[in-house]
């Protein structure tokens, strides 16, 4: 097939391709089925023609006899078969000699009889008019051949016969065609009406406006499951834009606030000549709304990361009792500090395979977490065990405990459960987002458990081989 009607081919809307193939496959099916019951009609057809020739000869070849030293017919009364056929149709017997010689005949033909083979068997002869010949040998009592029996009959009944189906055929076959033609196009339109809906739908979304959706009513079957999944893959993208928003507006704020106190305390130093020791005030202050930034920004930064999967990832079997004591050295001092009481219940060689420097920053902000939210006079544990599936690890505090309402969504990036105790503390709302983020790239589990007044349970679960 040349390469241009191949492109043109490609470039036809699928529902015209479709009912191409069924118009294509319908004519081949009446094609094959016409041309199968034509040969087997005109085997019929010709065995009937074949079965009467060989019975009316064999009736005739009883009544041979010799007359006067020559063959001849004798009661040719008794020919029932041979009589019938002479009635309906151009048919005849004829006796012939050894070498050919017409001696007697029954009926009459108008077959041209020069060019019949004298040999036994079914010929069928005539240029335009066709004759179905059976010839059979006469025999003397010692079995040597002495003449010839030939039955003739016209093939025009057979002939006609053959021509009305031909005639049917081609007669039936493009009715059959424009009837498949036109339900293959009207079941392409149905089955494809969905895709049109969703193709629709796919070109009014728009970034600003994903809640438009197929809405699919019907059987869910391949087009059915299509639209299903469409809809399914629209959901968790307004999700995901939903989200990027809501973390895009969170970020703003978050960083407009440290920026306005900077802006606002660098404006103030700079209205009036001041004295060395208020300069070196004013920039104390700001090193704090700098640091702010510079831990916001670090948050954001892995956040980030961590949805492209670009994360850094270095894991490795560790002693995860060395790391948890370290972490446990360095928020001892933070909760003498915050006049707390630390109590570590960790057993020894405790093994999990993870990124050392990941589950660091895990621990330490849980710990700070929990330091910062504890009540002066209270209390900290932490607590690890070795379990079937790894490691599990418990920080407990006995801090003012938070509202169940509120558990669903505290690993939700900037969401804090009182926003006035996150701006005393420092909190931007992203610690325990974070801390989800690197126990989800360890394979394991987070969880926290709490009630109003009765402190808070942080659960961490880590597999020993990720």
Request: aromatic share 6%; hydrophobic share 40%.
């Amino acid at each position: 097939m040349p390469s241009f009607v191949k492109r043109n081919i490609r470039q036809m809307p699928i529902r015209v391709r479709l009912t191409l193939w069924y118009l294509l496959l319908a004519g081949l099916a009446v094609l094959l089925s016409g041309t199968y019951q034509y040969v087997q009609l005109r085997r019929s057809l010709f065995a009937s023609v074949d079965a009467s020739l060989e019975i009316s000869t064999s009736q005739a070849l009883s009544n041979v006899d010799m007359e006067n030293g020559h063959l001849a017919f004798q009661n040719t009364e008794n020919l029932p078969m041979a009589s019938r056929m002479m009635l309906q149709s151009d048919f005849a017997i004829r006796m012939l000699t050894s070498n050919g010689a017409v001696l007697d005949g029954l009926g009459t033909s108008k077959a041209d009889m020069t060019h019949v083979a004298l040999s036994p068997g079914y010929q069928t002869i005539g240029q335009q008019d066709h004759w179905r010949v059976y010839t059979q040998s006469i025999q003397a009592a010692d079995g040597q051949p002495i003449g010839w029996l030939q039955a003739i009959q016209s093939l025009e009944g057979v002939e006609e016969t053959l021509e009305n189906m031909r005639a049917q055929l081609m007669l039936i076959l493009p009715v059959i065609l424009l009837l498949t033609g036109m339900g293959g196009m009207f079941l392409a339109n149905r089955a494809l009406r969905p895709i049109d809906q969703i193709t629709k739908t796919a070109e009014e979304i728009g970034a600003g406006d994903l809640t438009r959706r197929i809405a699919y009513h019907g059987p869910q079957d391949e087009v059915g499951r299509l639209a299903h999944t469409f809809d399914i893959m629209l959901d968790r993208l307004q999700a995901t834009f939903d989200r990027e928003r809501r973390f895009s507006g969170d970020a703003a704020h978050e960083l407009r606030t440290p920026l306005t106190v900077l802006k606002g305390q660098i404006e103030v130093a700079l209205s009036r000549p001041r004295k060395l020791a208020e300069y070196k005030n004013t920039l104390q202050g700001l090193v704090s709304q700098v640091d702010r930034l510079i831990r916001l920004s670090n948050a954001l930064l892995f956040l980030s990361r961590s949805d492209q999967k670009r994360l850094s990832w270095q894991p490795s079997p560790l002693n995860l009792t060395e790391l948890l004591e370290i972490i446990v050295e360095q928020i001892l001092p933070l909760a003498d500090e915050h006049e707390l009481s630390f109590v570590s219940e960790i057993p020894a060689e405790l093994r999990v395979y993870g990124d050392t420097d990941h589950l660091i920053r895990l621990f330490l902000n849980l710990m700070d977490n929990a330091v910062k939210y504890t009540l002066p006079g209270g209390e900290i544990v932490l607590r690890a065990s070795q379990e079937p599936f790894g490691v599990q690890v418990v920080i407990q505090n006995t801090g003012e405990g938070i509202p169940p309402e509120h558990i669903p969504h505290l690993f939700e990036r900037f969401y804090r459960v009182e926003a006035d105790r996150s701006s005393q503390t420092g909190g931007s709302g992203l610690g325990l987002a974070i801390s989800r983020e690197i126990v989800c790239l360890h394979g394991g589990e987070i969880s926290i458990e709490s009630e109003s007044g009765l402190g808070v349970n942080i659960i961490i679960s880590l597999p020993v081989q990720n």
